[in-house]
C-alpha cells in the first residue's frame, strides 16, 4: 500500500510542481517522513524531482534563457553540494518556520506591491541560486526559494518554468550524488516502487501543462504568490 499512496502523492506533487515551479519537495517530504527516515526521504524525492525537472524542461524548452540558468545553476549547485553534506547537523523546524516566515512577508509585500520586480543583475541570480540550493541540499525544498526569484522577475510562462526545471535539474545532479556517497541508499521495495513513480510524475506534469496553458499570463505571476504563501504558512506552522 506504501508504494500506491507515494504513487498518488507523486502525481499531485508532480502536477504542482510542475504549474508553480516548485512544491513537488514541499509535497512529498512530510509524506514520505511517515515511511523512511529524513536522508532516505530526501535521496528517494530528490530522484522523482529530478524527472520532474526533466519534464518542465521537455515541455516549456522554448522558453530556456541560458545565461540566467547558468549563472543561477552555479551558485545553485555548489550550494547544494553544502548544503547535502550538513543534512544531519542544522536544526530543520528552525530553518523551516525562518524560511516560512520570510515567505508570507514577501507575498505580503508583492500584495501592496503588485509591480515589484528584482532587477536582472548576476548578483541577483547568484544569490538566489546559492539559498536554493543550499536549501534543497538540507532538506529537498529549495525550489520555493527558487521560484521566489525567478517570479520577480516577472518573466513570461514558458521562460519561467524552463528555467526554474533546468536550474533544478543541476541541482538535484548534485544533491542526489552527494547523498549517495554519503552512503545513503533506498531499500529494494522503493526502488523497484521507481517505476511506477517515475511515469506518475509525468503524468502529473503533463495534466499541470494543460492548466497553465489556460492561465493568462498575467494571472500567472499571483498563481505563484498564492502557492508562496501556502508554503509559508505550512512552513511556520507544520515545520
Do not use: C
Not at 5 to 28: E, P, R
Not at 133 to 142: E, Q
Amino acid at each position: 500500500m506504501e508504494i500506491l499512496y507515494i504513487t498518488l502523492i507523486t502525481i499531485l506533487a508532480g502536477g504542482v510542481g510542475t504549474l508553480t515551479g516548485f512544491g513537488t519537495s514541499t509535497i512529498m517530504v512530510p509524506v514520505l517522513l511517515f515511511f523512511l527516515p529524513l536522508p532516505q526521504t530526501l535521496l528517494l524525492v530528490g530522484i522523482i524531482h529530478w524527472f520532474g525537472d526533466i519534464w518542465k524542461i521537455l515541455f516549456f524548452r522554448k522558453g530556456f534563457q541560458w545565461k540566467l540558468i547558468l549563472t543561477f545553476g552555479a551558485a545553485g549547485i555548489i550550494a547544494s553540494f553544502l548544503g547535502a553534506n550538513i543534512v544531519l547537523s542544522i536544526s530543520e523546524i528552525l530553518l523551516s518556520r525562518i524560511l516560512g516566515g520570510f515567505f508570507v512577508l514577501y507575498v505580503l509585500f508583492l500584495f501592496y506591491n503588485p509591480t515589484f520586480k528584482i532587477p536582472r543583475r548576476s548578483t541577483t541570480a547568484v544569490t538566489g541560486g546559492a539559498l536554493s540550493g543550499f536549501l534543497a541540499g538540507v532538506f529537498g525544498v529549495g525550489g520555493a526559494v527558487r521560484s521566489m526569484f525567478l517570479s520577480a522577475y516577472d518573466l513570461p510562462k514558458a521562460v519561467y518554468i524552463a528555467t526554474a526545471g533546468a536550474i533544478a535539474f543541476f541541482i538535484d545532479i548534485t544533491r542526489i550524488t552527494t547523498y549517495l556517497v554519503n552512503g545513503i541508499r533506498l531499500e529494494e521495495s522503493y526502488l523497484w516502487g521507481l517505476l511506477l513513480f517515475i511515469p506518475a510524475s509525468l503524468a502529473g506534469a503533463a495534466l499541470a501543462k494543460k492548466v497553465i496553458d489556460r492561465i493568462p499570463q498575467e494571472q500567472f505571476r499571483r498563481v505563484i504568490a498564492v502557492f508562496l504563501f501556502v508554503v509559508g504558512v505550512k512552513f511556520l506552522i507544520f515545520p
